[in-house]
Nanobody, 128 residues
């Protein structure tokens, strides 16, 4: 059974930082595309960042230079370091895994459709 469990969310003030973690079990992330998505109330889910087997990353324009996605294959864990947080970053953040690509680049568009395994998410709230 594949499980993705996020942690690290919380409430911070504008300009603050948080680091999210996503521990994966039942599925080896080594060689796979992994990504973070977020969904704010009343809005569609949007891609935040992805990382492929070689560490190549893709970021949404809104988070470039502020967020950093990384992975630790030995720990089967995905991370998202979020700096300079803004109230517009308030959302539920979920990690996801794409089982269709192995040792290949991630989809370049941060679409949700390639990602078949999802966590429940962790809430991030940024106050002004």
């Amino acid at each position: 059974q594949v499980q993705l469990v996020e942690s690290g969310g919380g409430s911070v003030q504008s300009g603050g930082s948080l680091k999210l973690s996503c521990v994966v079990s039942g599925y080896a992330i080594n060689g796979r595309c992994m990504a973070w998505f977020r969904q704010a109330p009343g809005k569609e889910r949007e891609g935040v960042a992805s990382i492929d087997f070689g560490g190549r990353t893709i970021y949404a324009e809104s988070v470039k230079s502020r967020f950093t996605i990384s992975r630790d294959n030995a720990k089967n864990t995905l991370y998202l370091q979020m700096n300079s947080l803004d109230p517009e970053d308030t959302a539920r953040y979920s990690c996801a895994a794409d089982p269709t690509r192995e040792y290949a680049r991630c989809s370049g568009s941060l679409d949700t459709w390639p990602y078949k395994y999802w966590g429940q998410g962790t809430q991030v709230t940024v106050s002004s």
